[in-house]
């Protein structure tokens, strides 16, 4: 006798995918309650219990680690370079100039600029070392892609920060950078996808609602492409990374902490 088939629903939250996200199913009584809180870093972000392997120092690169504290220093030096630097044409260049040359600890800038590029190595590292031990197997696959998103949003911090200097080489590079938003999928007007949403004749992924034209605020880089851009860097992708850090860390106690050969 064949097995009733199951329904959709059923057979996404018995997935793997769905299992690695969610690791308690919903509560119905007071004991279930209980253990939903438990499970969710943010209802209580200190685990219940962690393998005594998951808090002992381990042979492993510490890239991390280095990563986090780099990300706290980036954060310490931005805040003091937002007390004088000042996003607009006007004074975005003049500003940077000075902080290297009249304003006291201006050796800030200098940490925030040479400490980003260390973090990006850093991440990449730190990547490499858990792609080559495996780390990225069950029951830690979850955990590898937050670990993926907070690559992509330190690249974005980097991406983001490179505009605000408002010399030359940043304007160009922003430039050439940006245009590659135009080939983003479905979302890019020159990116696949585009030219199948359209509205009768009325293409409605264009130059002037596209990928590109939400990142600069324009079609130009410009006053507001600058403006957003430091939005961009200084509040909205360091919350998102953030809450993913406390997320990638609890996760790490949850898993079994630090990874080794698998």
């Not at 209980?34 to 870093?41: F, K, Q, R, T």
């Not at 605000?164 to 135009?182: C, E, F, H, K, Y």
Request: hydrophobic share 50%; proline share 5%; aromatic share 12%.
């Amino acid at each position: 006798m064949a097995a009733p088939k199951r329904g959709i629903w059923s057979q996404i939250i018995r997935s793997q995918v769905w299992k690695s996200i969610f690791r308690h199913a919903v509560p119905k009584d007071t004991r279930g309650r209980a253990l939903a809180v438990l499970n969710n870093v943010f209802l209580h972000l200190h685990p219940v219990r962690i393998r005594k392997s998951g808090i002992a120092l381990g042979y492993t690169w510490c890239m991390g680690g280095l990563t986090f504290f780099l990300f706290l220093v980036e954060t310490f030096t931005g805040l003091l370079l937002m007390f004088y630097y000042r996003p607009t044409l006007e004074y975005a260049y003049m500003d940077i100039v000075e902080l290297g040359e009249q304003i006291p600890l201006g050796i800030m800038r200098e940490l925030h600029r040479w400490g980003a590029h260390a973090m990006v190595i850093s991440v990449w590292l730190h990547m490499l070392r858990v792609f080559l031990t495996g780390s990225y197997k069950p029951p830690r696959e979850f955990n590898w892609v937050v670990g993926v998103i907070l690559l992509v949003l330190t690249l974005l911090l980097s991406f983001t920060g490179y505009l605000l200097p408002w010399d030359q080489l940043a304007i160009w590079a922003i430039t050439v950078g940006s245009n590659m938003a135009r080939a983003t999928p479905f979302l890019g007007h020159e990116g696949p996808g585009a030219s199948l949403l359209k509205l009768g004749d009325v293409a409605l992924v264009h130059a002037g609602d596209d990928a590109r034209f939400a990142l600069l605020a324009g079609r130009f880089v410009g006053a507001g492409a600058l403006l957003r851009f430091y939005v961009l860097h200084c509040v909205a992708i360091p919350v998102v990374a953030a809450i993913l850090m406390a997320v990638h860390f609890w996760r790490v106690r949850k898993d079994g902490g630090i990874s080794g050969p698998m």
